[in-house]
Each structure stands twice: as C-alpha cells, then as structure tokens.
Antibody, heavy 118, light 106 residues
Framework: QVQLVQSGAEVKTPGASVKVSCKAS????????IHWVRQAPGQGLEWMGW????????NYAQKFQGRVTLTGDTSINSAYMELRRLRSDDSAVYYC???????????WGQGTLVTVSS | SYELTQPLSLSVSPGQTASITCSGD??????VCWYQQKPGQSPVMVIY???MRPSGIPERFSGSNSGNTATLTISGTQAMDEADYYC?????????FGGGTKLTVL
C-alpha cells in the first residue's frame, strides 16, 4: 500500500534551517510529483512547491522562492524539504503529498511539526 | 496570483444536505479537488477532477464545477462528516488551496 512517512518533530531557533524528509513506499517513486504543503496552527493549507523525482524538476510558490529547496533521492525513495532563515511564523505542520503530474493529491504524509522559537 | 474563496463555516443538521462552495475566476475551466481534514489528521481527498469520487469515499459526497464556482455536496450529512474542507486547483504550474470551510453537524 502507498505510504509517505515523514521525519519527526523539530524545534528550531529563528534564523536556523530545517530539513524534513518524506519516505515513499508502495508505488513507483519516480512516477509522481512530491508536493509540500504546510498548515500553521488553526490555519488553512498553504502550498509550498513540488519536485519531480524523475528528473529533479521543481517549482516553488512565489512566497517561498529563495528560502526553500526541494530535493529527492531516488536511491532511497525519499524527498526532502529544506526551509532556511526560519521565523516564528514558519511554525507549522509540514506535509508531503504525492500527485501524478498536474493532478490530485491522493496520498499524504502524516505531517511534521516544526516549531520555531527562541 | 490566483485565489480560491470558500465560506468560513457552514452548519447543517444530521441528514440534511451540505453544499460547500469554492469560487475563483473561470474556475470551471480548471479541475477542482476537495479534501476533508479532521482535527489532528492529514487531509484526505474526497473528490477529484470536479466530480470523481476516490474508492472508499461514500456516495453521499459529490462535486460539480461550472462558471466561477465549484461545489462540494454532502447528501444525508452524518456526524462523522464534521471536518474542515478545502478546495484545490492548479493555476499554471502552481497549486492553489481555498481557505477552508469548517462544517459543523449539529
């Protein structure tokens, strides 16, 4: 069965970086985009960007350009989201989700809580 | 940038029909997906490509999309349907989510 398993919760200080992983299983990893979506406490879903593990192509939401990098490692079926220069308003649950091309998000990871606090 | 607008909240009684709208410029020209999210859980897709229901999603969930408005309809709403619902569409190479609608069943 399809699974996306994310790394554990992180606590960071302002200005630091965080890297969250998403390990895929149960399907052909290179056949789907991996998207990253975050959700601040009590707020809605916010799309951050996607990566194509097949060719490394990516696209970022304008809000995060220059501060986020999405990567993939096809040898271990894992995707990564690195967010730099963290601020307190980056505190959120970060989700990975898969999508077949420009299509639906049919499976989601369990989420990773990132807390940014001094 | 492209925006999707949803009502903040909706309340229905058990057994009634809940209709959640999602508005955007020429939204009918795009495919819309809907996600259900319960507290402390990851989102779950309930409708894709405007009106397609994934396996395992009850038949009471349906969708439509025309003009500038997409609608998620839950017929015979049950207490277990109480959740936040988000619409989602693609705009060029970017993904857009609506702000979410909190559905209360009481």
């Amino acid at each position: 069965q399809v699974q996306l398993v994310q790394s554990g919760a992180e606590v960071k200080t302002p200005g630091a970086s965080v890297k969250v992983s998403c390990k895929a299983s149960g399907y052909t990893f290179i056949g789907y985009y991996i998207h990253w979506v975050r959700q601040a406490p009590g707020q809605g879903l916010e799309w951050m960007g996607w990566i194509s593990p097949n060719n490394g192509g990516s696209n970022y939401a304008q809000k995060f350009q220059g501060r986020v990098t999405l990567t993939g490692d096809t040898s271990i079926n894992s995707a990564y989201m690195e967010l730099r220069r963290l601020r307190s308003d980056d505190s959120a649950v970060y989700y990975c989700a898969r999508a077949e091309g420009y299509s639906k998000f049919d499976f989601w990871g369990q989420g990773t809580l990132v807390t940014v606090s001094s | 940038s492209y925006e999707l607008t949803q009502p903040l909240s909706l309340s229905v009684s058990p057994g009634q029909t809940a209709s959640i709208t999602c508005s955007g410029d020429k939204l009918g020209h795009k495919y819309v997906c809907w996600y259900q999210q319960k507290p402390g859980q990851s989102p779950v897709m309930v409708i894709y490509q405007d009106n397609m229901r994934p396996s395992g999603i009850p038949e009471r969930f349906s969708g439509s999309n025309s003009g500038n408005t997409a609608t998620l309809t839950i017929s015979g709403t049950q207490a277990m349907d109480e959740a936040d619902y988000y619409c989602q569409a693609w705009d060029s190479s970017n993904v857009v989510f609506g702000g979410g609608t909190k559905l209360t069943v009481l």
